[in-house]
Nanobody, 115 residues
Framework: QLVESGGGLVQAGGSLNLSCTASAPTLGIKTMGWYRQISGMQRDWVATISRAGSIVYGDTMKGRVTISRDNAKNTVYMQMNSLRPEDKAVYYC???????????WGKGPQVPVSS
């Protein structure tokens, strides 16, 4: 189970920090990351971080987000800066286990961005 927090209304130009904590099972977590889905559009990949700390950013918000991870807390964070009205979306936490291909998803906090 993935529990996200940190969503909420933010003004354009502002910042927001999302967090996502994985509960059991927590052994064997390979990657954690974030996707977002704008209303009426497909879900887009934002960033991923491996257990070893390797980070890859997608083009969606590259340069405006920073992903980090605390393995001891089984938690992934995403700091979002310079938010724009077009960043308004539902932001989903994602988790993949070693040896498995299935994606696990959080419920996704809403992030409305006011202009």
């Amino acid at each position: 189970q993935l529990v996200e927090s940190g969503g909420g209304l933010v003004q354009a130009g502002g910042s927001l920090n999302l967090s996502c904590t994985a509960s059991a099972p927590t052994l064997g977590i390979k990657t954690m990351g974030w996707y977002r889905q704008i209303s009426g559009m497909q879900r887009d990949w934002v960033a991923t971080i491996s257990r070893a700390g390797s980070i890859v950013y997608g083009d969606t918000m590259k340069g405006r987000v920073t992903i980090s991870r605390d393995n001891a807390k089984n938690t992934v964070y995403m700091q979002m800066n310079s938010l724009r009205p077009e960043d308004k979306a539902v932001y989903y936490c994602n988790l993949i286990y070693f040896g498995r291909s299935a994606n696990h998803w959080g419920k996704g906090p809403q992030v409305p961005v006011s202009s």
